[in-house]
DNA sequence: TACAGTTGCAACAAGCGTGTAGCGACTATT
DNA sequence: AATAGTCGCTACACGCTTGTTGCAACTGTA
């Protein structure tokens, strides 16, 4: 039952310990009718972390990342991933822990597009050539999540804030001018 | 008990959900000897909570923010609260939530400190002027945060972390020469 | 009308974590 | 030696959540 997915996707982004009951409420259901969909609440909360992870995966493919030119990839894939991350804000910090099978692979191989990426990117003039490309990744995944923390509060819509985040792991803060630290 | 203290911080940053048993033998100690010394889980939560929220306080305080030049600030302010964050990952995601009085008058304060010290960047020209300070204060935090998963996992000192967070702060990854996307 | 399918509802069993209490052993102090 | 203090251990009560079951009511279909 999708009402019950995204009903279990609000109750647990508020309260990760929430209890089915508390599910089934939200969803306008009775709580041993969730169960005869889930039958236990590992069994819900698997089951939205593949959907999301499904999701996810969409986003990321939709966005022909190996086949744009870097600056559009980046942009285009960042807007795609906002939008899930901002609706399955629950399911897909779920997706990053190790414990679906499917989650595990699709994390994977977004890992292993971004890294592409970031080389073409590097490669093309777009990255520094000195830049350190896991430390970029992990800044990468650290904006969009602060981003879509933001969206998820109805901070904007997804190009908005794609374009601010591209713009900030690019640019950064400071003034060309001013002094580097390193 | 600062033993108990201690082993609640490292079990309950390994699991949030984790049982007084799993803190208790964590500390080498029965579990009625915890609850001897804090009546309730809560009650253990909320020391942890408060002892977190003065370290961080110490940290940003004796990095004299208001009287130092701007980017010595950032460098020393970050070197600091890496240090304690590291070692108190979960205590100190505690001191968030708004649920511990100390730790939101802590944490407002801190946040009024970054926020002066980022206009004083900014009219300095350490900030590019037109950086916005809020979401500017929010990577912030990010890159801080990403930087003490890696301190905490035993990935380098303090000093090199925050070299690194303030240079990616301030500079982003991309070359100098390539367009800009907003 | 007869039927299958789904749901709400009440009730129940079972497990788990929490919090409390009593008892005995150990240690340091006087 | 006597005492106070701390700790481990066992046992228990309590509440909460989970998961199951049976039954009645409702809906759409044949």
Redesign the pocket.
């Known amino acids: ?1 999708r009402t019950i997915l995204e009903a279990a996707e609000r109750v647990f982004a508020a309260n990760p310990a929430a ?3 508390q599910v089934a409420q939200a969803a ?6 969730v ?3 889930f ?4 069994a819900l909360v698997e089951e939205l972390t593949g959907w999301a992870a499904r999701r996810f995966a969409e986003a990321v493919e939709s966005a022909r990342a190996d086949s744009t030119p870097p600056l559009v990839a980046l942009y285009q894939v960042t807007a795609n991933v906002l939008r899930v991350k901002t609706n399955w804000w629950f399911a897909m910090s779920r997706t990053a822990d190790g414990a679906h099978p499917e989650a595990v692979r699709v994390h994977a191989e977004v890992r292993d597009q971004c890294e592409r990426l970031f080389h073409r990117a590097r490669e093309a003039g777009v990255l520094r050539p000195d830049a350190d490309l896991d430390w970029t990744r992990r800044v990468y995944y650290a904006l969009i999540h602060e981003a879509a923390a933001e969206g998820a509060a109805g901070g904007g819509d997804a190009e908005a804030l794609a374009t601010r985040v591209v713009d900030t792991l690019l640019r950064g803060f400071g003034s060309p001018a001013a002094p580097v630290i390193a």
């Not at 306008?28 to 009718?33: E, H, K, S």
């Not at 039958?39 to 590992?42: F, K, L, M, V, Y």
């Open positions: 039952m209890t089915m009951e306008g259901v009775a709580r041993t009718t169960h005869r969909r039958a236990t609440r590992e």
